[in-house]
């Protein structure tokens, strides 16, 4: 027992030192590309389509009754402010099995925004890609019919390079996440 406390509270230590120092995880587009999703115009998309675009990544799901939309409502307020800089935001549900992708439009459209797309996919590809980058989503049954996700609650900076510039939490404010984009991308 006392060993389960001991690594449960190395990895509550951990983790938030990492999003403090934007601890890097190596990622390339070699090892995403061939993972179909489907947007929210039912299109298949893979991240080939987003070659040499800086890109905002975000990992929730629709039925998430705070974090996910808060995050998304940053993140699209973040996009508006620096329209000019042809940035995009990418939403990938963690819960394929009830978002699709009409469900993910009516999701996102609550924080309407040209550059936000919204991906769904088999269960298989989400795994992978959310392994890809370093997120965790625990499913939460409450009943037969009602369920949730614990999920890892970042915000993910990539370059046009495909690789992870920075992490930061779900909930940044704002003008802090703008600033980042601007720092992070070399935004003038």
Sequence with gaps: MYN????????????????????????SLD?????EFTDHHGRLFTFKDMESKNIILYFGFSNCP??????LSILS???????DYNIYGIFISIDPSRDD?????????????????????????????????GISSIRKDYSQNSYFFDHTNQIIFIDRNFQILGRFPGNIS???LKEEAKRLFQLK
């Design 66 to 71: 705070d974090k996910c939309p808060m995050a």
């Design 77 to 83: 307020k973040v996009l508006i402010e620096l329209k």
């Design 174 to 176: 704002t003008e802090s």
């Design 4 to 27: 389960i406390i001991k690594y449960i509270v190395l990895i509550f230590l951990i983790l938030p030192i990492s999003v403090i120092f934007n601890c890097r995880k190596k990622t």
């Design 101 to 133: 992708p009409q469900k993910l439009r009516r999701f996102i459209n609550l924080n309407p925004n040209l550059n936000l797309i919204a991906l769904t996919g088999s269960g298989n590809n989400i795994q992978k890609i959310g392994e890809e980058f």
């Design 31 to 35: 090892s995403v590309p061939l993972l």
